[in-house]
């Protein structure tokens, strides 16, 4: 299994309260990612990052910020948590981009009263 | 704008039957074509993947796919399921920015 770890695995925050989820990998991976997954609409890209400090959005970026200070870490933010925020995130890693496999997490499940 | 397709939102199958789930794609271009596996509570984990060359690919733990441009599918196959398989797929394809566009999956039940 490729060396990626989520944390916190679960959380349960209120409305309108900041959230921060961490990716971290141990493969040196250039390229990192952070997915949303919902039922019926698969995994939809939030934002994603091709080395560090830099940093670019994806399908559904409004409300999330992220951060890549360090190869190893990307961190995704949330700074006021919404209901419709509420899902399963997944960080995902690969070598390069342009169709290169993608090596996932387990996970973070989100609940946003 | 490229989008994916998986018809099926549910498929059961008894165990030892064969198995083919549907993935269309919309795209210009020779497409690269991916399908994923989520077991329950997992990650995803890579089958298979087409980028070039020859049309039937094959992948992990005896699965394979075809890719039909006249038919923009890329139908996965296993010629006998087990109940080790039961879980979500899906179908995704690279966008002309190189991400990836997924389809809403399909879930896989094995009937004994």
């Known amino acids: 299994d490729a060396g990626i770890t989520q944390s916190p695995r679960h959380k349960v925050t209120e409305t309108g309260t900041p959230v921060t989820l961490r990716c971290h990998q141990t493969?040196?991976?250039?390229?990192m990612y952070w997915y949303r997954q919902d039922p019926g609409h698969g995994l939809r890209l939030i934002h994603y990052?091709?080395?560090?400090?830099?940093?670019d959005k994806g399908e559904v970026s409004d409300g999330y910020s992220v951060s890549r200070s360090k190869t190893e870490d990307f961190l995704l933010t949330l700074e006021s948590a919404t209901s419709s925020q509420t899902s399963v995130y997944f960080c995902?890693?690969?070598?390069?981009?342009?169709?290169?496999?993608?090596?996932f997490g387990p996970g973070t499940r989100l609940t946003v009263l | 704008a490229q989008s994916v397709t998986q018809p099926d939102i549910h498929i059961t199958v008894s165990e030892g039957a064969s198995l083919e789930l549907r993935c269309n794609y919309s795209y210009g271009a020779t497409p690269y074509l991916f399908w994923y596996v989520q077991s329950p509570g997992q990650g995803l984990q890579l089958l298979l993947k087409y980028f070039s060359g020859d049309t039937l690919v094959q992948g992990i733990k005896g699965f394979e796919a075809e890719f039909k441009r006249s038919q923009s599918s890329f139908n996965l196959r296993k010629p006998s399921v087990h109940w080790s398989d039961a879980a979500e797929y899906f179908c995704?394809?690279?966008?002309?920015?190189?991400?990836?566009?997924w389809g809403a999956g399909t879930k896989l039940i094995i009937k004994p």
């Open positions: 995704a394809v690279a966008d002309s920015n190189y991400q990836l566009i």
């Open positions: 995902a890693i690969s070598v390069a981009e342009g169709g290169d496999t993608q090596y």
């Open positions: 990052s091709y080395g560090v400090k830099d940093t």
């Open positions: 493969e040196n991976h250039r390229y």
